[in-house]
């Protein structure tokens, strides 16, 4: 089971049309923003419970979100988006830090789309990868090991190379020069990861 492949399967289709109508832009701009984002939302998560407050901090969290929004996520994004808006701009700050805003600042340079919306289709992301990662818990009865393995198998199995360069990224507290390579090598491969699983028509 890859799991990576069953997340971005969640992230396509009518979630990326929502989310485009909600935020008056074009679907491939979304999928790019999400394919450029979703490993380093990953790779924050996987930096954090590289220690022992972080992962019982994740595994907390992920008992908030036990994967009840996966059920319900298009309802969540037309008539609550709000609140998940919000819950979403938390958990970036919280996963994320400082490197943020140096992120969205790059994935808008990228597509070509202002920041703030970046951080608005990022932050409705944020949910998805937190309620997947809690169903995951849920559904193995999974401890804070477990947790901890999950995400890091999630996260081996997004593209190594650019998740090596996003770890340098993160680590280096959003080294700019780092992000140039991973945009590069995001918007090739995953932009195509996402086409391919879901075509425009």
């Given at each position: ?24 832009v074009d679907e491939n701009t979304v999928q790019q923003v999400v394919a450029m984002g979703l490993p ?162």
């Open positions: 089971m890859n799991l990576f492949e069953n997340l971005t399967g969640l992230l396509q289709g009518d979630t990326v049309k929502n989310m485009a109508k909600q935020f008056g380093m939302i990953l790779g924050g998560l996987n930096k954090n419970a590289s220690n022992e407050q972080g992962a019982q901090s994740l595994d907390n969290a992920l008992q908030k979100h036990d994967g009840g929004l996966l059920g319900n996520l298009t309802s969540m994004l037309t008539s609550n988006s709000s609140s998940l808006l919000q819950d979403g701009m938390g958990i970036l700050k919280h996963v994320l830090g400082n490197t943020q805003q140096p992120a969205q600042n790059q994935i808008s340079k990228s597509v070509g789309l202002d920041a703030g919306v970046v951080g608005n289709i990022l932050a409705l992301a944020a949910p998805v990868v937190m309620s997947f990662l809690g169903q995951q818990k849920k559904e193995q009865g999974l401890d804070v090991k477990g947790v901890v393995n999950i995400v890091n198998t999630t996260t081996q199995q997004a593209p190594q190379q650019e998740m090596g360069l996003i770890q340098k990224f993160l680590d280096r507290d959003g080294d700019g020069s780092i992000l140039d390579d991973v945009m590069d090598i995001g918007s090739k491969f995953l932009g195509s990861f996402f086409s391919n699983k879901n075509p425009q028509k």
